[in-house]
T-cell receptor
Framework: AQSVTQLGSHVSVSEGALVLLRCNYS??????LFWYVQYPNQGLQLLLK??????LVKGINGFEAEFKKSETSFHLTKPSAHMSDAAEYFC????????????FGTGTRLTIIP | EPEVTQTPSHQVTQMGQEVILRCVPI?????FYWYRQILGQKVEFLVS????????KSEIFDDQFSVERPDGSNFTLKIRSTKLEDSAMYFC?????????????FGNGTRLTVT
């Protein structure tokens, strides 16, 4: 069984400040990990994914995430927040080859303070 | 860039009625999915579909639900007799590769409201 836990359902940061959204995973097999973003009234857009090639993964819009096996974490960061980053962010996990079903976390709503 | 398209964007129906949610996956994709998101809750897996049959389904996907790929482009989710608790945003997704590292491409969703 796989699961992800996102700490903090709401996060507020000032424009230009560091964004840190936390995600911890649980998986009995080597995981594949994803961050998706959902803007209001839109679908889920892939930000980045970890597939064991490199522990630091760079995604779109300046976001990156680091896979830390020892901490079972995959936190999402961005050095400088922009107003357009305001959205809901979902961490998700899937298993190894042949198990592509995604299990999502509960989401973190990111608010940017001008 | 190719997109997954879903229609309608919003569907209102009365309890007990049948609804069909429609999706057009990306054309060269072979694996199709439905997820749902009840307001304020997390996105939940409903069903996956490959080679014209269900490959996996969740406990949510009971006998009231069915999926179909009636032609080469559409992928539908049918709810036979809707309940109030079926009110949610339903997302269709597709991918062209099997395996956990193939990201899913999601549509913008259909908001289903059951009254």
């Amino acid at each position: 069984a796989q699961s992800v836990t996102q700490l903090g359902s709401h996060v507020s940061v000032s424009e230009g400040a560091l964004v840190l959204l936390r995600c911890n995973y649980s998986s009995s097999v080597p995981p594949y990990l994803f961050w998706y973003v959902q803007y209001p009234n839109q679908g889920l857009q892939l930000l980045l994914k970890y597939t064991s090639a490199a522990t630091l993964v760079k995604g779109i819009n300046g976001f990156e995430a680091e896979f830390k096996k020892s901490e079972t974490s995959f936190h999402l960061t961005k050095p400088s927040a922009h107003m357009s980053d305001a959205a809901e962010y979902f961490c998700a996990v899937s298993g190894a080859f042949g198990n592509e079903k995604l299990t999502f976390g509960t989401g973190t709503r990111l608010t940017i303070i001008p | 860039e190719p997109e997954v398209t879903q229609t309608p964007s919003h569907q209102v129906t009365q309890m007990g009625q049948e609804v069909i949610l429609r999706c057009v996956p990306i054309s060269n994709h072979l694996y199709f999915y439905w997820y749902r998101q009840i307001l304020g809750q997390k996105v939940e897996f409903l069903v996956s579909f490959y080679n014209n049959e269900i490959s996996e389904k969740s406990e949510i996907f009971d006998d009231q639900f069915s999926v179909e790929r009636p032609d080469g482009s559409n992928f539908t989710l049918k709810i036979r007799s809707t309940k109030l608790e079926d009110s949610a945003m339903y997302f269709c997704a597709s991918t062209n590769l099997q395996g956990g590292n193939s990201p899913l491409h999601f549509g913008n969703g259909t908001r289903l409201t059951v009254t």
